[in-house]
């Protein structure tokens, strides 16, 4: 009974859990499926009776109201709305005023035959479904015909219980919905023979009531929201026959959703009363289909002992409990009661949890005795784990070699399941395990931020594509994540008072401090203490803001991101150590250059929320360092495209280490993923020499506890190359500097200096990292609907059995849409003497006006060891400006590497509203793309001007500029005020841009 079950989460829908992308990565929701169930609900009921039946029903109550009742009492929404006239006549009135969706109508009218109203109801309204009730038992006879249904859909007999109402809706719902809902396999149907109004009246309450109970327990058990609507609306349809003839036409109809048959004995089979029907109908079945038998007839009780099947007395007290103990014990329901083979109960699970506890852990004969059953598959079944217990039942005990082996098959195809089911869906915190890898994980309610956004988009996306399939040789995959909302954050807020203490005038560090003193939430602790019990690994503490990464404002690198080695023997100061890098994190939110930037868009401080994202950090250990072998960022749009690159090329840069290399704008690598021989920079061996990879960041693996009071950096080592080649991590990315032949030799192999060119990654494709690239950022660009950047780390698994560098693993660390400026103005560029600045690659599109004022940074004396002292002197300027200003100055603008550049913040800058990064005869450097700060300024609007030192048609009028008198002046840093306006223009067709004396402009330049 029990099978190898081997899950391919992209072949087909695992219960309604996987949506669906084809190859170029079209987007199908998870869960998606619970859209399209129960489209047809019963939301206006027009009941048509005489007043004495309306009374009669009522019983000095509303018959609307009974109905709602019944709808609280089962946690169900949207009750139907009740419409009663008093007449056939008055009721094809009302069905020309306005739609419903089903009428009840009673037998004694006095101006039509039921059965003329039902064929003129219908004549009206061809879809409406017409149920006739009747109150008397003399009635039955008189108006019921077995299986025939014409004019009225389906009789009832009411017998004062208001619960009959709620069936008969539920009925008329599950018979419209069942054919559409049952198309992809996900729905079950419980079928019901009986030919007698007045018994299945009696029945169809009480099996409602115990599959809404059911349905009720497993809904807790969700995954997340989404499955438990999913579960709520993809609960067991029930369909009534009354004749052998329409029961066994609709099992044949539905034969893969059958979850169980109940069946009367004697009944209508070629238009007369056969005797046995029902044993018949067994005989039709396939096997393991539970059925429960019932009738008025105790004699049948022996026939039903004889084919194994359980009775039940339709005239018994106990007719509520039958049913009951037929549902926990036959079709799966309640909880799993674990049983020797003399049926002693040795365990009981209520979820899945439990039960796979117990599967591992009870006697084997225990196994055996259920499996043979299919206890295991109606249990599965019917807590809507379709997929594997349609797969279990078919199977045979024989088929194992002993009952170990039925066990072990058994939890191997349950863990596949869970595994599947889980892969491209959030998860709740509660009902997560972390038995698996690429999980993403929720923990609160709020929003998940823009960069958890993101993440849940692309992990849905990449575990419902065929992006896998398509690159043999590389696992494509997204870090184990979890996702912290902002609802904890506005609780932590809260419960701390921390909008009250926040003060304008406070420093960083007092903020810091500030929230490091703030007490973490008991319960959060608790779950951040379960979540360590299962994660040892390196992790990595991300923001994930409201704001940040949107399509018009990223907010890269505003906020702060903490490494954790996660390895400290005290448990409990891991879990300290989590809890301070989230509230550090938290705390960024309030830090001057965040309310900087924040500023300088359209939105405002109390608008922001922080929700936090915490990953497991990719790369291998090497003894007390950790870090990825290959790490950076990749563009779809390329803003300094060197001719043949075009923009729509894209960028992409990578570095060996962690990837904060790039984003801080170091130096490393930069290549067209449609171009990649093509590596600017990289020409000659002198080049090479001087603009490769210097250094790298990895995480210290230390026995030590950090304290995260001293930065994002106080867990990192900064590493020479060297270091790198002890750990032999050079093979794929390294060439040799062969100082005798005063060449480049590619690969490792030769003594001498070991430079990163990656050209065993672009050159030989030792690794299939430039078609990996191409292919997700296609997927991104089409995803989000525009160009994206991702940042992505690779690494290389360790395995004893084969290669060393056996499977590498591409890990998309996060993605974020790329702020292009769409060209609004056709803008003309032409020099003329009027020109201080002209750049053949600036960033923006239009003309700006009004900038009389601009800070420079004096080349004379300009000194790339003092560049914290630069940045200080601009940031002083910034404040005493406080207006508009053109900012020029050597080297990349926001760099974190020193010596390439000025490494502003957002403080120091703010009123920025166009940059110049010049170079110097001395001092030449490749233009910025990749870093956080680059891509801020770019999604600002703030025009970006590139001047390369002796490059023809590119220049700066230095001596215009040292000609004018300051008005202030540092010791590095000048600012001057003119008197008069400067024009900008940038065309963002050509990438030209210029700055002219507007004065002089309006005289005929």
């Not at 809890?579 to 930037?597: E, H, P, Q, R, T």
Request: proline letters at 4%; one cysteine or more.
């Amino acid at each position: 009974m029990v099978n190898n079950i081997t899950v391919n989460p992209n072949n087909r829908n695992m219960a309604g859990q996987q949506g669906g992308v084809d190859y170029k990565g079209d987007y199908k929701p998870s869960f998606h499926s619970f859209y399209d169930l129960m489209k047809f609900k019963v939301t206006n009921i027009l009941l048509v009776s005489s007043l004495y039946d309306a009374f009669i029903l009522e019983e000095e109550g509303l018959l609307a109201e009974q109905i709602s009742g019944e709808y609280r009492d089962l946690e169900l929404s949207s009750p139907p709305r009740v419409m009663r006239v008093d007449s056939c006549e008055s009721g094809l009135a009302e069905l020309k005023k306005r739609h419903y969706d089903l009428i009840i109508t009673m037998p004694r009218l006095v101006d039509m035959d039921p059965f003329k109203f039902g064929r003129m109801a219908k004549e009206q309204q061809p879809d409406i479904t017409v149920i006739l009730l009747l109150t008397d038992t003399a009635d039955i006879p008189i108006f019921y015909k077995p299986g025939q249904h014409d004019e009225i859909d389906k009789m009832f007999y009411w017998n004062g219980d208001s619960a009959l109402f709620f069936a008969i809706t539920k009925y008329v719902e599950d018979m419209l919905n069942v054919e559409p809902d049952t198309d992809d396999g996900l729905v079950r149907v419980l079928l019901v023979i009986e030919d007698s109004p007045r018994y299945y009246s009696i029945f169809l309450p009480l099996i409602y009531r115990e599959v809404m109970s059911q349905t009720e327990k497993l809904i807790a058990e969700g995954l997340n929201e989404h499955e438990k609507l999913f579960r709520k609306k993809a609960r067991p349809k029930i369909l009534l026959a009354e004749t052998y003839e329409e029961g066994l036409a609709l099992y044949e109809k539905y034969r893969e959703n059958i979850l169980g048959v109940i069946t009367d004995v004697d009944f209508p089979r070629g238009g007369e009363c056969l005797d046995g029907a029902g044993f018949q109908l067994i005989k039709e079945l396939d096997e393991g289909i539970p059925v429960l038998v019932q009738s008025s007839g105790i004699k049948y009780q022996v026939d039903a002992d004889r084919v194994c099947t359980p009775f039940l007395d339709k005239n018994s007290d106990m007719l509520l409990h039958g049913i009951r103990n037929f549902f926990n014990e036959c079709l799966g329901f309640g909880d799993f009661m674990f049983m020797t083979s003399d049926k002693i109960e040795i365990g009981r699970a209520r979820d899945m949890t439990e039960f796979m506890h117990y599967v591992q852990t009870v006697p084997a004969e225990s196994i055996r005795y259920h499996a043979g059953a299919n206890h295991f598959s109606n249990w599965l079944m019917a807590r809507g784990e379709i997929d594997i217990a349609k797969k279990l039942r078919p199977r045979k005990v024989s088929d194992y070699q002993n009952n170990e082996d039925i066990r072990s098959n058994l939890i191997m195809s349950i863990r596949e399941s869970n595994k599947a089911k889980r892969k491209g869906v959030i998860t709740n915190f509660q009902q997560q395990n972390f038995e698996f890898e690429e999980t993403f994980t929720r923990l609160g309610g709020g929003s998940l931020g823009g960069k958890g956004r993101g993440l849940a988009f692309l992990f849905a996306l990449f575990n419902q594509s065929a992006v896998k399939d398509k690159i043999p040789g590389c696992q494509v995959r997204i870090p184990d994540t979890l996702v912290i909302g902002t609802e904890i954050f506005d609780n932590f807020m809260e419960s701390n008072k921390l909008h009250e203490k926040i003060q304008p005038d406070m420093s960083d560090d007092e903020i810091k401090s500030l929230f490091m003193d703030a007490k973490t939430i008991i319960d959060i602790k608790d779950r951040l203490r379960e979540y360590l019990f299962h994660v040892r690994e390196p992790l990595a503490v991300r923001s994930s803001s409201l704001l940040e990464d949107s399509h018009n404002q990223p907010f890269a690198g505003i906020y702060a991101t903490f490494m954790l080695p996660n390895n400290c023997v005290d448990d409990e100061i891991r879990v300290e150590q989590l809890c301070d890098a989230i509230k550090l994190v938290y705390a960024s939110a309030f830090s001057k250059a965040a309310k900087a930037y924040i500023q300088s868009t359209v939105h405002t401080s109390e608008e922001e929320k922080m929700a936090i994202v915490v990953q497991k950090l990719i790369g291998n250990r090497h003894e007390n360092r950790f870090y990825p072998t290959i790490s950076g960022v990749a563009q779809s749009y390329n803003y300094y495209p060197v001719a043949p690159l075009k923009r729509e090329d894209g960028i992409v840069s990578a570095a060996l280490g962690l990837g904060r290399i790039v984003v801080d704008g170091e130096k490393v690598l930069a290549f067209s993923p449609k171009h990649p021989n093509i590596v600017p920079g990289f020409s000659t061996p002198e080049q090479v020499m001087d603009n490769s990879q210097t250094h790298f960041y990895a995480l210290s693996m230390e026995d030590v506890c950090y304290d995260l009071r001293g930065g994002e950096h106080v867990t990192l080592y900064t590493l020479p190359i060297k270091d790198a080649e002890e750990d032999n991590t050079l093979d794929l990315i390294a060439s040799t500097y062969d100082s005798n032949d005063q060449r480049l030799r590619d690969g490792t192999g030769s003594d001498g200096p070991k430079v990163i060119t990656f050209a065993g990654v672009l050159k030989y494709e030792m690794l299939p990292l430039v078609k990996v690239i191409n292919e997700l950022l296609d997927i991104g660009t089409r995803g989000m609907g525009g160009p994206v950047e991702m940042e992505y780390a690779v690494r290389f698994n360790e395995n004893a059995n084969s290669n060393e560098f056996d499977k590498p693993e591409f890990y998309v660390v996060q993605i974020r849409p790329l702020v292009t400026k769409k060209e609004r103005h056709n803008v003309t560029i032409s020099g003329d003497e009027t020109d201080i600045i002209l750049a053949s690659k600036a960033l923006g599109n239009g003309i700006l006006e009004g900038i009389r004022d601009i800070i420079f940074v004096e080349p004379d004396k300009f000194d790339n060891t003092q560049t914290y002292n630069i940045a200080k002197e601009i940031g002083e300027l910034n404040q005493e400006i406080g207006k508009p200003f053109l900012l020029i100055g050597p080297g990349r603008w926001g760099t974190r590497d020193r010596f390439l550049g000025v490494p502003v913040d957002w403080n120091h800058i703010s009123n920025a509203k166009a940059m110049v990064e010049v170079g110097l005869e001395k001092f030449r450097i490749d233009p910025s793309h990749g870093t956080h700060f680059f891509h801020n300024i770019t999604s600002l609007g703030i025009m970006y001007f590139t001047v390369p030192f002796g490059k023809e048609n590119q220049f700066i009028d230095w001596d215009w500029l040292k000609s004018i008198e300051p008005k202030s002046s540092k010791k590095f840093a000048v600012h001057v005020e003119l008197p008069y306006e400067l024009e900008l223009k940038v065309d963002g067709r050509t990438g030209k841009g210029i700055v002219r004396k507007k004065e002089a402009a309006g005289n005929g330049g």
